[in-house]
């Protein structure tokens, strides 16, 4: 309905003028916020009501095709012999039609998707609104990043953008998929930029390289092992090693040099991570970036890629300062954000980042077919509700309760005799000993060691389990020595990110999200669950003992 219209359609209904200002007001009041999101392209200070946000998403349904019934109505107006309702007819094999009034309602209309088979971000000719909704939420978001999280999206000299947030994506799939779909784009972008090498000898003899190996800075997370196997590539495990100082699992640089020094043009890209569960910390990636920029320097060709995975990092300011430094002083190609750790959505979307457009543009080409639009609705809703008020609140929020959650936890260690994991470079998973859950080795007992440990252990992971039927969720219990095997290649020590990891321990995360009624109540539940482990524990020893 156009302002413009109103005063002269209610007069004619009888509806007094001054009645009608009132009313016009708020509409133009709510025309003026769209129209600026529009305009400005960025969050707005406060968060929008329900209301407003569900009259843009109507609106904007309103400029796809299809969009008016669903097959469902169709079918039931139909059969009245009123002839077809609607202004659009499809003939096509796919024209947003939905079954259930239930979906319908629940995708505000948006079935179309987003993206065309050539590109996510590509507009769709029949899917105006749904386009339009996919461009706006990536500069919501990167808006989000920039003046929320502090990743610099900055124009340096000359034009040129540095900053990790300079340029963006967004997919609809997790972050395990994102990496795979990431590490496709950069292969296709690196196959026709070292198409341009020339061929070497007069027997025409070919140096271009082909490119299929990933090195990998271990983190013990299955999905970033997968997703380089997935993008039809071999993963090169880098060892991490343990700082002596603390007691974090870090990045090992002269293992990495070693790789790039064995492997040369093989090497399509470093795999790095800046989210990880204590103790690991996050690599070390401005020196990662420093250390392949002049390994590249002189070399023809796309040379070593570098790719972040910064799963949930975008809560953590001192890591989000890792960023802007490493693509300042080194090579950066791609940073991967996942949508629902840091923006509080559901599972299925992430974040791609980086300082070159044409990287962007590769992984955008290279995503197979249209995508759903259903991880966009949800982020557009949802930064639109918080404002940058609200995100940059619950930014705050988690940093507030951090010092709490680690004072909390280390008394809980003090009264089990137990200390807390001394990781000072990882501010969002923190960790406890578990040395005296479980009794050490017994050198008298007659069985073998390794039988030991394997039952040492199990009583170690039951402890995880008790947690887990106490309503606790998300810790993780990790005792040492273990072995997992996961596509073929075996890791040892599996939990801990490094092979020889001296210690049993869990570990518990503040994460954005988390209140403080909530962290108060997990920790009053594991000091309980911690006593009742014992009990049992005691239990059982007497029991054997009468045996």
Not at 17 to 33: A, E, I, M, P
């Given at each position: 309905?156009?302002?413009?219209?109103?005063?002269?359609?209610?007069?004619?209904?009888?509806?007094?003028?001054?009645?009608?200002?009132?009313?016009?007001?708020?509409?133009?009041?709510?025309?003026?916020?769209?129209?600026?999101?529009?305009?400005?392209?960025?969050?707005?200070?406060?968060?929008?009501?329900?209301?407003?946000?569900?009259?843009?998403?109507?609106?904007?349904?309103?400029?796809?095709?299809?969009?008016?019934?669903?097959?469902?109505?169709?079918?039931?107006a139909g059969s009245g012999g009123g002839g077809f309702p609607h202004r659009w007819t499809g003939a096509g094999e796919r024209e947003g039609r939905i079954y259930s009034?239930?979906?319908?309602?629940?995708?505000?209309?948006l079935g179309h998707g987003i993206g065309r088979s050539g590109d996510v971000m590509e507009a769709q000719p029949k899917a105006v609104g749904s386009s339009a909704l996919?461009?706006?939420?990536?500069?919501?978001?990167?808006?989000?990043?920039?003046?929320?999280?502090?990743?610099?999206?900055?124009?340096?000299?000359?034009?040129?953008?540095?900053?990790?947030?300079?340029?963006?994506?967004?997919?609809?799939?997790?972050?395990?998929?994102?990496?795979?779909?990431?590490?496709?784009?950069?292969?296709?972008?690196?196959?026709?930029?070292?198409?341009?090498?020339?061929?070497?000898?007069?027997?025409?003899?070919?140096?271009?390289?082909?490119?299929?190996?990933?090195?990998?800075?271990?983190?013990?997370?299955?999905?970033?092992?997968?997703?380089?196997?997935?993008?039809?590539?071999?993963?090169?495990?880098?060892?991490?090693?343990?700082?002596?100082?603390?007691?974090?699992?870090?990045?090992?640089?002269?293992?990495?040099?070693?790789?790039?020094?064995?492997?040369?043009?093989?090497?399509?890209?470093?795999?790095?991570?800046?989210?990880?569960?204590?103790?690991?910390?996050?690599?070390?990636?401005?020196?990662?970036?420093?250390?392949?920029?002049?390994?590249?320097?002189?070399?023809?060709?796309?040379?070593?890629?570098?790719?972040?995975?910064?799963?949930?990092?975008?809560?953590?300011?001192?890591?989000?300062?890792?960023?802007?430094?490493?693509?300042?002083?080194?090579?950066?190609?791609?940073?991967?954000?996942?949508?629902?750790?840091?923006?509080?959505?559901?599972?299925?979307?992430?974040?791609?980042?980086?300082?070159?457009?044409?990287?962007?543009?590769?992984?955008?080409?290279?995503?197979?077919?249209?995508?759903?639009?259903?991880?966009?609705?949800?982020?557009?809703?949802?930064?639109?509700?918080?404002?940058?008020?609200?995100?940059?609140?619950?930014?705050?929020?988690?940093?507030?309760?951090?010092?709490?959650?680690?004072?909390?936890?280390?008394?809980?260690?003090?009264?089990?005799?137990?200390?807390?994991?001394?990781?000072?470079?990882?501010?969002?998973?923190?960790?406890?000993?578990?040395?005296?859950?479980?009794?050490?080795?017994?050198?008298?007992?007659?069985?073998?060691?390794?039988?030991?440990?394997?039952?040492?252990?199990?009583?170690?992971?039951?402890?995880?389990?008790?947690?887990?039927?106490?309503?606790?969720?998300?810790?993780?219990?990790?005792?040492?020595?273990?072995?997992?095997?996961?596509?073929?290649?075996?890791?040892?020590?599996?939990?801990?990110?490094?092979?020889?990891?001296?210690?049993?321990?869990?570990?518990?995360?503040?994460?954005?999200?988390?209140?403080?009624?909530?962290?108060?109540?997990?920790?009053?539940?594991?000091?309980?669950?911690?006593?009742?482990?014992?009990?049992?524990?005691?239990?059982?020893?007497?029991?054997?003992?009468?045996?």
């Amino acid at each position: 309905m156009y302002a413009d219209n109103i005063p002269a359609l209610f007069s004619s209904l009888q509806i007094p003028d001054n009645h009608t200002s009132v009313g016009l007001s708020n509409l133009l009041s709510s025309n003026s916020q769209a129209k600026a999101l529009f305009h400005h392209k960025r969050l707005p200070d406060h968060g929008w009501t329900d209301l407003q946000i569900q009259r843009l998403l109507f609106e904007l349904s309103v400029l796809d095709t299809n969009c008016e019934e669903t097959v469902k109505c169709q079918a039931t107006a139909g059969s009245g012999g009123g002839g077809f309702p609607h202004r659009w007819t499809g003939a096509g094999e796919r024209e947003g039609r939905i079954y259930s009034p239930l979906v319908s309602q629940r995708h505000f209309g948006l079935g179309h998707g987003i993206g065309r088979s050539g590109d996510v971000m590509e507009a769709q000719p029949k899917a105006v609104g749904s386009s339009a909704l996919l461009r706006l939420t990536l500069r919501l978001t990167l808006d989000a990043v920039r003046r929320g999280a502090g990743l610099n999206g900055n124009v340096g000299k000359g034009g040129k953008t540095s900053g990790p947030a300079s340029h963006g994506t967004l997919l609809p799939v997790c972050t395990g998929m994102s990496m795979a779909l990431v590490l496709s784009g950069l292969r296709d972008r690196a196959r026709k930029m070292d198409a341009t090498i020339p061929e070497n000898g007069d027997d025409g003899s070919s140096i271009k390289p082909e490119r299929n190996i990933v090195l990998w800075s271990r983190i013990d997370q299955k999905s970033c092992y997968k997703a380089v196997l997935s993008a039809g590539l071999k993963c090169i495990v880098l060892p991490t090693k343990v700082c002596p100082e603390t007691d974090e699992v870090s990045t090992d640089l002269e293992s990495l040099k070693e790789a790039l020094d064995r492997y040369g043009n093989s090497i399509l890209a470093v795999l790095t991570t800046t989210s990880c569960f204590c103790p690991r910390v996050p690599d070390e990636v401005d020196k990662v970036a420093k250390m392949i920029r002049a390994w590249n320097l002189g070399r023809d060709g796309a040379g070593v890629s570098h790719v972040i995975n910064h799963a949930y990092g975008l809560q953590c300011q001192a890591t989000n300062k890792l960023l802007n430094r490493a693509c300042t002083i080194g090579r950066v190609d791609a940073i991967i954000c996942s949508t629902d750790k840091n923006f509080l959505v559901p599972v299925g979307g992430a974040l791609i980042m980086s300082p070159n457009s044409k990287v962007i543009e590769s992984i955008s080409k290279n995503y197979p077919g249209r995508a759903s639009a259903s991880p966009m609705i949800d982020l557009f809703i949802t930064l639109l509700s918080m404002g940058l008020g609200g995100y940059k609140g619950i930014l705050e929020e988690r940093k507030r309760l951090t010092g709490l959650f680690r004072r909390r936890l280390e008394e809980v260690a003090n009264v089990f005799g137990e200390r807390i994991l001394i990781c000072p470079r990882n501010t969002i998973s923190f960790g406890i000993t578990l040395d005296n859950l479980v009794a050490s080795l017994d050198e008298a007992n007659d069985e073998s060691e390794e039988r030991q440990r394997k039952g040492r252990n199990r009583e170690i992971t039951q402890f995880g389990s008790m947690l887990f039927t106490r309503c606790i969720s998300g810790t993780r219990v990790v005792p040492p020595d273990e072995t997992k095997a996961i596509s073929g290649h075996t890791f040892r020590g599996f939990g801990s990110s490094h092979e020889g990891y001296p210690r049993a321990y869990m570990t518990a995360a503040c994460a954005v999200g988390m209140g403080e009624d909530e962290l108060n109540e997990f920790f009053v539940r594991l000091e309980k669950s911690w006593n009742d482990y014992r009990s049992k524990r005691e239990k059982e020893k007497r029991k054997k003992g009468k045996k």
